[in-house]
């Protein structure tokens, strides 16, 4: 079973950027789909982009342009660059790996996103 860290969240103003991580205990190269996800406040979970092994990336709709992500199988670390961020963007980020429309393992703790206007 492979278990997740994520890091790199914090506290930034509008329009900064962050960059957060997503530590894997196993080989990611195994694993086709990955995706980040998030939960704000009082909201569900939603994935905000994935990435196949082959490098196809996927994002929702109110992070396409902003956000970028990528994924290091020889470090077994995935990436997800933010930058322009939005008060919207405040949420818990978590990764995993995505099959259809259900996670692979455990979720992680997550990491801190708050974005201040």
């Known amino acids: 079973q492979v278990q997740f860290v994520e890091s790199g969240g914090g506290l930034v103003q509008a329009g900064g950027s962050l960059r957060l991580s997503c530590a894997a205990s196993g080989s990611t190269s195994s694993i086709n789909v990955m995706g980040w996800y998030r939960r704000a406040p009082g909201k569900r979970r939603d994935v905000v982009a994935t990435?196949?092994?082959?490098?196809?990336?996927d994002y929702a709709d109110g992070v396409k342009g902003r956000f970028t992500i990528s994924r290091d199988n020889t470090k077994n670390t995935m990436y997800l660059q933010m930058n322009s961020l939005k008060p919207e963007d405040t949420a818990v980020y978590y990764c995993?790996?995505?099959?259809?429309?259900?996670?692979?393992?455990?979720w992680g703790q997550g990491t801190q996103v708050t974005v201040s206007s």
């Open positions: 990435i196949t092994n082959g490098g196809t990336t």
């Open positions: 995993n790996a995505k099959i259809g429309t259900l996670v692979m393992y455990p």
